[in-house]
Each structure stands twice: as C-alpha cells, then as structure tokens.
C-alpha cells in the first residue's frame, strides 16, 4: 500500500513554479496589479490585431477626431500603435491629438519619437516641434520640416509626371503637402526674427529672406503679405507696408463678411481667412495704418467668433477713440462750426469706445490678466471719455476659459506702441 501510494507521488504532475518565462522578463519587479494590467493589455492588443488592421483602427481614429471625440480617436491610434509601434501614419496622428487635448509634453514626446524614426519623412512632426520651441532651436526644427516638405514635392512632381500619359488620374489627396505649406514654414520662421531672435545680428535681413521665400512659393500668401507689410512697418517704410497690408486683408476680409452674413462658415471660405491671432495682428496694423473702418471690420468679426478676449475689446474701444480724435482734427484744420450730423457721430463714436473699453476693464480682472500696460492704457481712455458705462452688462464667461497668458500681454504691448 505504501509503495503505490509512493508511485502515485511520483507520477503526480509537477505544479508549475510561478517564475516568469520570457515573454514576461518586462513584468518582473512589478506589484500583482501591474502584473495584471500588463497581461491584459497584451490580451488587448492581440485580440485588436486579430479583429482590425491597423488601416481600420486608423480610419477610426479619423472618424473620432472629425467628431471631436479626441478621447476615443486618441484610444483607437494607440491600439493602431500597439499592433504596429513604428508606424508613422499613426504616431504623426496621435501626435496631433494630444497636441488638440492640451497635453504638450505628450505630443512632444511622440512627435520626437517620429523623428527618430524617420528623420528624413514627414513635415508635420517638424512643424508642430518648431512652434513649441523658441529661437535657433525652432528655427532648426522649421528648416528641417521644409526639407521633408520639398523632398515630398519632388517625388509627387515625378509621380505626376511619370502619371501624365494615364487615361485615368488618380483623385487629388487634400493630405499631400502643397507649395502653400512651405509658404506657411517659411512665414513662422520669419516670425521668430521678428520676435525671439529680433536683436540678433542680421535678424532684418533673416526675416526679409524668409519672407520673400514665402511669397516666392505662394505669392497670395496673406500670412506672408502681412508678415512683409509688419517687417516694412519696423523698417519705417510706412507707405509699402501698407500696400501690403492692404493686398493681404483684402484677399480674406470678404470671406469673413460673407460667413458672417450667412451665419454659417462654410468650410471652404473659412480656410481662406487666417488664424485668430493673425486677425488682431492685422487690426493693429490697419489702425496703425489709419484704415479704421477696415480694423472695425476685422474686430467686429473677432468679437462674434470669441467675445473673451480682453485685447480685442480694448482694440474695439481704442479704434473708436481713434475715429473720434481723426473726426475733430479734421474739423478743427477745416476751421467751421460742427455740424449736427457730425455731433451725433461723435456722440456715438464716444459712446461705442466708452463701452467697449467697459467691457475690456471687466473682462480683464474676470480672467485677473496681467498686462499692466493694456490695464493702464484702458484707464487712461476711459477717463478722457468720462468714465465706464453705466449698467454695461459684464461679457459672459465661458466655463473652460483660461487666464491670460504672458503672450497675450506682450500682444497688448505690441498695440499700445502702435
């Protein structure tokens, strides 16, 4: 009896020892939890290889973003990336995604990877590094996306070509990179020897390289336009800068007015007309210009798109100030009495600019900004006006609003000296 009990133990099945194998060699070290959540995202993963391509997992992830469901499109690229991680497509996307949530150091973090991938591919990944760093950095950034930009130029001038004798031509890509995007490279580079790099030596010259580099590539650029009119402006060639400001604004201004008459962007006017703080920009240069009617226009639309923003309001009121003071240096040099439709116009000039200045005072320590220079400005027009409006209603606040940056101060800097 006791011997085949002793047999029976000995042919009982070995237990097999908790250690782990190979394919676990990354989860030693960690808690039973983690142990967990690793093996079962490995489980995820493969059963997303077995049921979607990473083509399918990517076309989800474009159907999440065009919703602006950046949560489910961000789960759908990283499963893409877990079947397949070097996969440039889908890191450029989730790149942009986490760029679009607000997570920067994320979005670094990939599109750094991409280029370490593919250095020599892929424009985007450079153009997104370049705006999230300043100076010489940025600029080598910027100079490296234009590289991958013309290289992708060349090769789709030969596919073109080599395609020119087919009988059916493929459907033109919105995807591919066009001559405008290097316009657009060229632009914000010009932009930071205007601004970071402005007191290094031969910035001027840099600048007006670049800008004509971009107007080389597409001359109806009105970024690059207004870039040229804002470089001859600080070279005081007033005259010339104002042509160009005038061509830039007019190549966009009548999309704007057209949306706004419609009450709805359609899609292809509103790629026409340029980002948001570009507009401000161009309203200081038109009331620099003295094109004040054409600067209310650009802030009226501004105010209608986003009314939270302190530096529009107090551009609105100053452009009214601005009228106000033309109006009666015009009268005075005429040397005649004031006509009674000439009062009531400088009654309601007064009255807009008091308003509007109002609101732009409230706003300001609403969102508790600190540009002291807008603050004191905004106090000096409205005592020479006589003060805030009585009963103006406070500008509504958007629950996600965030308080002014330092960039939007040196923007209020940059008006005042205008």
Not at 46 to 69: G, I, N, R
Not at 99 to 128: C, N
Not at 201 to 214: P, Q, S, T, W
Not at 261 to 266: G, L, V
């Amino acid at each position: 009896m006791g011997g085949q009990a002793k047999t029976k133990k000995r042919n009982k099945p070995k237990r097999k020892e908790n250690r782990p194998g190979r394919g676990d060699a990354g989860i030693v070290g960690l808690s039973p939890q983690e142990r967990m959540q690793v093996r079962m995202h490995e489980k995820a993963k493969k059963k997303t290889a077995q049921k979607y391509s990473v083509q399918q997992l990517l076309e989800k992830t474009e159907e999440c973003m065009d919703s602006f469901d950046l949560d489910m499109a961000c789960l759908f690229c990283q499963r893409a990336l877990d079947v397949e991680p070097t996969n440039q497509q889908a890191l450029d996307m989730l790149g942009h995604i986490y760029s679009e949530l607000g997570d920067t150091q994320k979005a670094k973090e990939i599109f750094l990877r991409a280029v370490e991938l593919s250095p020599d591919e892929g424009h985007s990944k450079y153009m997104y590094l370049g705006q999230i760093h300043t100076g010489q950095e940025a600029v080598g950034y910027y100079s490296k996306g234009i590289e991958a930009l013309l290289s992708a130029l060349d090769k789709q001038t030969k596919t073109t070509q080599a395609e020119a004798g087919a009988a059916a031509q493929p459907e033109e890509d919105t995807d591919l990179p066009t001559v405008k995007d290097v316009s657009v490279a060229y632009c914000s580079m010009a932009e930071i020897y205007l601004t970071d790099l402005c007191m290094e030596e031969g910035a001027a010259d840099k600048c007006k390289e670049f800008i004509e580099r971009a107007l080389r590539y597409h001359h109806d650029n009105p970024e690059a336009l207004q870039l040229m009119a804002s470089y001859l402006f600080s070279t005081e060639r007033n005259q010339e800068g104002k042509e160009y400001l005038l061509k830039s604004v007019g190549l966009w201004l009548p999309f704007q007015k057209q949306n706004a008459a419609s009450s709805s962007s359609d899609e292809g006017t509103q790629s026409e007309i340029p980002p948001y703080e570009s507009r401000i920009t161009t309203a200081k240069l038109l009331m620099e210009s003295e094109e004040y009617e054409m600067a209310v226009d650009v802030l009226e639309a501004l105010l209608e798109e986003d009314d939270e923003v302190v530096q529009v309001w107090y551009l609105s009121g100053w452009v009214c100030y601005l009228q106000l003071e033309k109006a009666k240096e015009q009268q005075k040099r005429e040397e005649r009495e004031v006509t009674g439709e000439e009062a009531e116009e400088w009654t309601a000039l007064k009255e807009a600019a008091r308003s509007y200045l109002t609101n732009a005072k409230k706003l300001y320590n609403k969102l508790k900004c600190d540009d002291q220079q807008l603050h004191d400005h905004v106090q000096q027009l409205l005592g020479e006006l006589g003060g805030e409006t009585e009963g103006e209603d406070e500008p509504a606040l958007d629950e996600d609003y965030e308080p002014c940056s330092d960039e939007e101060g040196a923007d209020g800097e940059a008006a005042m000296e205008h």
